[in-house]
């Protein structure tokens, strides 16, 4: 893949000319990158007390992680199908469960949980491996035999190169035609499109999330609301002789109508 060749170089050129550049080893240590048969994680149980109190604290950010998770990579799951564009679509029961037991065997041997990556994922489609089972396996067993075997090379890694890379990323996966289209659409959504975005970038996905519902249903709300119509017309009592005022309601009818 480019990307690699150019991480690659970048590396290279890096040793070569002794660049004060920040690596991977500075941001993540020397001891993440010791390598050898010692860095694989020991099968167990988390040192987590099992009580309520523990389950409190522990709660309230699993099911952020679990909800940020599963959007993000069903959005991923979306994105390659429309870039692979071969008329099949991937199973969105399958994504959540295989990524529940992943993050499930990841706590029991030490790791943290996580969801798909767009950015691996879409250099893995582009490079054109992607739309089989095989190319996200192999790319765990080329990660895990890196991190045992060639560890001290990876360390060399300057920050920079992979910052580069993951613009790159950014400008190939952002829509850009949304710009053109924005002052067609209602301005509702594109306020929506605002919202999610900056909270985004300024905050994190997971208030994004909130952030983009709250709002949308706030919108839909109104729509409805502006939608209800009623009629007035004056009928005769079957009973007495005098007439009622009959109204006719047309439209949704709830608590924000």
Known sequence: PPSLGAVVSATLVARLLKLP?????????????????????KFGLPAVPLSMEALNVVLPFAITMAAVGSIESLLTMQLLDGIADD??????????????????????TGGIGGCALIGQSLINMESGGGKSRLSGMSMALFLGMGIVAAA??????????????????CQGTFNWSSLRILNRIPRLDALVIGIVSYT????????AVVAGTIASALGLAWKLSTSVSASIEMVSSPVERSKWKSYSVSGPLYFGS
């Open 200 to 207: 985004t970038v300024a905050h994190d996905l997971a208030k």
């Open 87 to 108: 008329g099949k679509r991937g199973s969105t029961s399958r994504e959540n469960i295989g990524q529940g037991i992943g993050n499930m065997m990841a706590g029991l």
């Open 152 to 169: 001290p090379l990876l360390a060399n890694v300057p920050i920079a190169t992979l910052v580069g890379v993951m613009l790159l990323i």
């Open 21 to 41: 550049v920040k690596t991977l080893a500075d941001v993540a240590g020397a001891e993440t990158f010791r390598g050898g048969l010692a860095v694989l994680p």
